[in-house]
């Protein structure tokens, strides 16, 4: 019988996490053996309770939020894994794999993209009874390496995507409007400054023996499909295959990029010839100055960045 602890972020979507959370309590309370419900009380606190739950034995943790939370529930599962294992991601065998809870998601927040990549439905009743009982499959997840804001370096595992510059900007300005009544004016606000203002620096990537110079006005690593609310960035994107999909809006301007939004939106943006994309196991990107990044929708730190695919390392739900 399975042990199935749900963390739940109750400020996600701007408190909506908690309203969601209680159109479901009472189903949840009459199930046999109850689920544990944990609530989230600070910024990177997913992270401690899901270690916690993977430690205490927990077999399938749900996550209940935001594409933010689920980024910090995956990270504490494996955090606590490689901790169990005392060896790295790369280095776990069949048999420690299997012992890593299933992780299940119930999406909650303001971009949900990882959910459209798994194809879940968005109606939360009928996500979490799928969460509940759903068979895991095993997913790739990136790893990657950074620069916090305080200039230290840190690594971090992300479900969906990684990405900076352009992105990293505007996620940084809605981040901080979103306890404000006006949040969606801010961001469209927010969009259109970055758009036209941003400062576009020179950029490296590397990945095996190739290697791409220029203005850097955006770059996507990807493992899901997804970002920015819908936007079809990697359509391309596996997240069984082993690689992460690279996309680079190399040489352009904000308001070249304005055009080619509907191109993102209805998936078609890989038939911009401008668009630099490919695949890989492992990728290197550096800016001068130094890009804002965002992974799963949290802006963390600063480039340089070094990504890595991990193939097939834990269970989800879909």
Known sequence: MENICIIVNPVSANGKGLKEFKLVEGFLKSLKPTPKILFTEYPKHAIELSKSAFQSGFNRIISFGGDGTHNEVLN????????????????????????????????????NDFRKTLKLPKDVISSLKIALT?????IDVGLFEY??????????????ILSGGFSGEVTDKAN?????????????????????????????????????NGKFFEFDIANGKYFGGGMCVSPKADITDGLLNISVFKNYTGLEVLFKIKKLFDGTILTEKKLYHDFAKE???????????????????????????????????Y
């Open 283 to 317: 990728i290197f990107v550096k800016t001068d100055p130094p890009s804002l990044i965002e992974a799963d929708g949290e802006v963390l730190g600063y480039t340089p960045v070094k990504a890595v695919a991990v193939n097939k390392i834990i269970k989800v739900v």
């Open 76 to 111: 504490g599962i494996l955090v606590g894994a490689q901790e169990k294992f005392k060896k790295s991601v790369f280095e776990f065998t069949e048999g420690e794999i299997k012992q890593i809870p299933i992780l299940a998601v119930v999406s909650i927040g303001s971009g």
């Open 176 to 212: 901080k409007g979103k306890k404000s009544i006006f949040r969606g004016l801010i961001y469209t606000l927010s969009l259109i400054s970055t758009l036209l203002f941003i400062t576009i620096p020179e950029g490296i990537l590397k990945h095996g023996e190739n290697e791409l």
């Open 147 to 160: 620069v916090d804001f305080s200039g230290n370096p840190k690594s971090r595992f992300f479900l969906n």
């Open 134 to 138: 759903g068979e895991g499959k095993l």
